[in-house]
C-alpha cells in the first residue's frame, strides 16, 4: 500500500495497539482480532455511513423557484 513506509509496524500490530488505547491499555488477544476481522468482513454498510452524501458534503443547490 502507498501510505505504508518500509519498515512500518505490521497492520496486525497498528490494529491491536489501535483497539489497546481506545481499550484503556488492554491489548486485545489473538482470538479477539480474529473475531473482530470476522466480523468486519461480514458486516454490509448500514444507511448512516459517512459517505458523499453525509455532513461534510455541500449542499446541492437549491430549487428554483416556480
Same mark, same amino acid.
Given at each position: 500500500?502507498?501510505? /505504508? %513506509?518500509?519498515?512500518?509496524? #505490521? @497492520?496486525? &500490530? =497498528?490494529?491491536? $495497539? &489501535?483497539?489497546? *488505547?481506545?481499550? *484503556?491499555? $488492554?491489548? !486485545?488477544?489473538? =482470538? /479477539?482480532? $480474529?473475531?473482530?476481522?470476522?466480523?468486519? =468482513? %461480514?458486516?454490509? !454498510?448500514?444507511? #448512516? #455511513? =459517512?459517505?458523499? /452524501?453525509? @455532513?461534510?458534503? @455541500?449542499?446541492?443547490?437549491?430549487?428554483? $423557484?416556480?
Amino acid at each position: 500500500m502507498s501510505s /505504508e %513506509h518500509t519498515g512500518s509496524p #505490521d @497492520p496486525l &500490530v =497498528r490494529l491491536a $495497539a &489501535v483497539l489497546a *488505547g481506545a481499550g *484503556g491499555g $488492554a491489548h !486485545p488477544t489473538p =482470538r /479477539e482480532l $480474529a473475531e473482530l476481522l470476522w466480523l468486519a =468482513r %461480514h458486516m454490509e !454498510p448500514g444507511a #448512516d #455511513d =459517512r459517505g458523499p /452524501e453525509g @455532513p461534510e458534503a @455541500p449542499a446541492p443547490p437549491p430549487a428554483p $423557484a416556480p
